[in-house]
């Protein structure tokens, strides 16, 4: 993970950037997780969201325990995002669980020692045509072997860019 931390100044720019409005509330908090290093919406962020659009902050708390895209926690710098809606879990999706548990050592929803990785359910990704799926980043990854999925996770090892 890196050190690096947006400056109050640059989170307001990206809450303008997308759209600065509370009805833009989803997308604001989502790509402010998404610029953070850490991961995750903090504290800190969350009441700059409460104060620049002038709601309660209870109900900015509200909408990150709301939605399971939003996290309070540090997060890895890679999360695995399995897909297990019915088709992908009829396509093997626990299969996929139980390579990463194997492959990183670690249990779902629980950080590599590095802090890179790290893996868990979520709901229909919209990709079933293409299942097992997993999601990384905002990358759509489907019909999935353990031979990709080591390739992918030695690839992010080693700093290569993953493609």
């Not at 072997?145 to 080591?150: G, Y």
């Amino acid at each position: 993970m890196t050190d690096f931390e947006w400056s109050k100044e640059e989170k307001i720019g990206l809450i303008k950037f997308n759209g600065g409005k509370k009805e833009d509330i989803l997308n604001i908090l989502l790509e402010l997780q998404k610029a953070s290093p850490k991961g995750c919406i903090d504290t800190e962020t969350a009441n700059l969201v409460a104060d620049y659009l002038k709601m309660p902050y209870a109900e900015i708390c509200q909408i990150i325990s709301f939605y399971d895209l939003l996290e309070t926690k540090i997060q890895a710098r890679y999360v695995f995002k399995i897909c297990n809606s019915t088709p992908c879990y009829f396509s093997k999706a626990n299969d996929i669980a139980d390579f990463f548990a194997a492959e990183l050592g670690v249990g779902m929803g629980e950080t590599t020692a590095d802090g890179m990785f790290s893996y868990h359910f979520v709901p229909c990704v919209g990709a079933c045509e293409i299942g097992p799926v997993v999601v990384l980043k905002d990358a759509v990854y489907g019909n999935l072997s353990a031979a990709f999925l080591r390739e992918m996770i030695n690839d992010l090892r080693t700093g290569k860019r993953f493609t």
